[in-house]
């Protein structure tokens, strides 16, 4: 669901985040003062880290590995793959609870599968972030209420060494909301 411009956004490296009237975010303007800023020194504008709680700075430090290549049919690909840091493979099959931003990807009230990042929604058909600062929820017991704001969540983190499909790079099973 990570489309080849959140490589880009992910990969700029100069840039400030404002907040639109429509609440949108602009990642592109770029201070002088903040020449070597990355997407991540600016989560803590959007979110704070709850005691206990993974900060989302720990997921950005996963390197993207980018895959191209052709199918046996002769069509191109092209997807992302993770390199995970220590740090984070510590976490592979843990509980953990993130703090963030809900992504729907359907159009109920009540969400079972969403993505999941430390940024609020700017755009209503793709996260504009690197595959690094997405995870993609699975709340199968008890579906999760959309919310525009910040919400904590606890479940089980799965590592994905690769996903062709989408990109993806973390999993949260068993999610539920923390209160």
Do not use: C, R
């Given at each position: 669901m990570l489309p080849s411009s959140a490589h880009a956004i992910s990969k700029q490296k100069n840039y400030t985040t404002t907040t639109t009237s429509s609440g949108a975010v602009d990642l592109n303007s770029q201070p002088s003062d903040a020449p070597n800023r990355t997407l991540a020194d600016f989560i803590?504008?959007?979110?704070?880290?709850?005691?206990?709680?993974?900060?989302?700075?720990?997921?950005?430090?996963?390197?993207?590995?980018?895959?191209?290549?052709?199918?046996?049919d002769g069509y191109d690909?092209?997807?992302?793959k993770p390199k995970f840091t220590p740090e984070v493979r510590?976490?592979?099959?843990?509980?953990?609870?993130?703090?963030?931003?809900?992504?729907?990807?359907?159009?109920t009230e009540k969400q079972n599968m969403f993505l999941f990042g430390a940024f609020p929604v700017s755009c209503p058909f793709h996260y504009h972030v690197s595959p690094s600062l997405v995870i993609?929820?699975?709340?199968?017991?008890?579906?999760?209420?959309?919310?525009?704001?910040?919400?904590?969540?606890?479940?089980?983190?799965?590592?994905?060494?690769?996903?062709?499909e989408n990109s993806t790079f973390y999993k949260l099973v068993d999610a539920e909301l923390v209160k």
């Open positions: 803590k504008d959007y979110v704070d880290v709850p005691a206990g709680a993974t900060d989302w700075k720990v997921f950005s430090k996963t390197k993207e590995i980018n895959v191209e290549g052709k199918t046996k690909y092209q997807f992302f510590k976490l592979d099959g843990q509980e953990v609870t993130v703090k963030g931003f809900m992504f729907p990807l359907g159009e993609e929820v699975h709340a199968d017991k008890k579906p999760i209420k959309f919310s525009y704001d910040p919400v904590t969540l606890k479940g089980k983190l799965q590592l994905v060494n690769a996903d062709p």
